[in-house]
């Protein structure tokens, strides 16, 4: 591939760059596959996407720099704060006043996915400097691929919900931990002190920035209509912009959105749509999120010794999530079937672990491949199995409202995306 890249190279000069003529064709041909998957097979437009992705990575495509820096990094960022923000500000926090035992639940679910991986791997002699790290990797679960999940299958239900919930609280821990993680990852030896700073310095950061951001859309929702097209605009940009200065500052951008979304439901109480207009953007930028993720994710060092491991993290991963969320499903108000379903549809990863092992990569290069070398096969397997199994997982629940099989003929105009 690099071959006819440099013959290209050798005529074509477009005034915004060769790299944005490829990203151009393959965020293309990305979208005629997701389009084609779901139309007929039935599955969610991301794996198409993904599968894009992969086919590209392996092909040895050059747009896509590891680890993530510069614009891929910025615009990786910006597409995950769009889904956070938005998984946020479906969250009330006087729910976990009502029903405390969801949060509890939470806390089950993910510290014992973080401490089964952290086991699994010791005993497979991962040591103990990457362990750690690709546990807290192993925590984040993907709102970014669950939400787009129940879009493709129109699911809406208690285990829809709770799966949200849930992803989107262990993607907050995994945020928090990771940034913090990635301070401490070259320091020989640390007492307490040394651990709790940076875990407060990223949240603290992260939560002046949300609290800017929610003031300021607090403010513009007394004025401006929810639905317009200014006020989405409003909401695009000042994300960017938290994005921007919260990475700078020493926080997490994605975290300060998913806290920016929390904030503003307290303070906006009332139920608020996502903007309309905000829909076809922040599609594409997922869809460039997911297309990234397994492009990179593809041009991992692939090995036989390696693949023991990630196969060992991707099997433990997947029953401590069942385990825990069945663990603190007593007294939440789901059934046993219900957490089975939740546990499974939690299962997919995706961007949110991609750009916590680059954060590792970056604050150690030694370290960080080792890391890498496990996380990267990993996130790719389970960004396009875990979005087959959360896609099973809401069928049996019963909450989709879209058949499970080919789209007929005389049902095709209705099934079209708009």
């Not at 041909?29 to 437009?45: D, M, N």
């Not at 995706?350 to 070398?373: E, K, N, R, Y």
Request: net charge positive; proline share 6%; glycine share 8%.
């Amino acid at each position: 591939m690099n071959e006819i890249l440099t013959f290209w190279a050798q005529w074509l000069r477009p005034s915004a760059g060769l790299p944005t003529v490829q990203w151009s064709l393959l965020l293309a041909v990305a979208t005629i596959a997701g389009y084609l998957f779901q139309r007929h097979i039935g599955l969610p437009k991301v794996v198409g996407y993904s599968l894009v992705g992969t086919l590209a990575g392996l092909a040895g495509f050059s747009g896509a720099v590891w680890p993530l820096q510069g614009i891929g990094l910025f615009l990786l960022e910006l597409g995950i704060s769009l889904v956070l923000f938005e998984c946020g500000a479906r969250i009330p926090l006087r729910w976990f006043r009502h029903n405390p035992m969801v949060l509890v639940q939470s806390i089950a679910e993910s510290a014992l996915t973080f401490f089964a991986v952290y086991w699994a791997l010791l005993w497979l002699q991962v040591p103990e400097r990457a362990a750690g790290p690709l546990a807290v990797v192993a925590l984040a679960a993907s709102p970014a691929v669950l939400t787009r999940v129940v879009n493709d299958t129109r699911a809406a239900g208690p285990v829809t919900e709770r799966a949200i919930v849930l992803a989107t609280l262990s993607t907050l821990y995994a945020l928090t931990l990771g940034s913090a993680r990635a301070e401490l990852i070259n320091r020989p030896s640390i007492t307490f002190m040394d651990t709790v700073y940076p875990v407060m310095v990223v949240l603290g950061v992260s939560v002046v920035v949300a609290a800017l951001l929610a003031l300021v859309l607090r403010m513009a929702l007394r004025f401006m209509s929810p639905t317009s097209e200014n006020t989405s605009i409003l909401l695009l940009a000042l994300i960017a912009a938290g994005t921007a200065v919260a990475a700078h500052m020493g926080g997490s951008a994605p975290l300060a959105a998913l806290l920016g979304g929390m904030l503003l439901k307290q303070l906006n109480p009332r139920p608020w749509a996502w903007p309309r207009q905000l829909g076809t953007a922040s599609s594409l930028l997922t869809m460039l999120m997911f297309v990234l993720v397994s492009t990179v994710a593809a041009q991992a060092d692939w090995s036989g010794p390696v693949a023991g491991v990630v196969l060992a993290l991707i099997g433990v991963r997947l029953l401590a999530k069942v385990v825990g969320v069945g663990l603190g499903n007593v007294g939440s108000g789901a059934s046993w079937r219900q957490a089975l379903w939740v546990g499974a549809a939690m299962t997919p990863m995706s961007s949110i672990a991609l750009l916590l092992a680059s954060q590792f990569v970056m604050a150690s290069p030694s370290t960080g491949h080792l890391i890498a070398q496990i996380a990267l096969p990993a996130i790719l397997l389970m960004e396009v199995l875990g979005a087959v199994i959360a896609t099973v997982a809401i069928y049996r629940a019963g909450e989709s409202s879209k058949p499970w099989a080919p789209l007929t003929r005389s049902g095709a105009g209705d099934n079209r995306e708009s």
